[in-house]
């Protein structure tokens, strides 16, 4: 779905960005330029970020 309307960014590229690496918005921000222009998806950003960053710390503490 789409995160960020002023860019066309969709969820999947912020998951993509997060598998990449980036572990906050600003990373995010910086990649793909999510939240740079109205700001309203900043909100549904963070959130698909923290949500990565907490599936990541749980399939590392299952290997
Ligand atoms: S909807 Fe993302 S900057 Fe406007």
Redesign the pocket.
């Known amino acids: 779905m789409y ?5 066309q ?1 969709t969820d999947h590229q912020i998951r993509d960005v997060c598998r990449g690496g980036a572990s906050s918005l600003t990373d995010v921000r910086t990649k793909l ?10 909100k549904l ?1 963070q959130t698909i970020v923290n949500e990565y960053n907490k599936a990541a710390i749980f399939v590392n503490a299952a290997c």
């Open positions: 995160v960020c309307i002023c860019r960014i330029g999510v939240a740079s222009e109205c700001g309203k998806c900043g950003a």
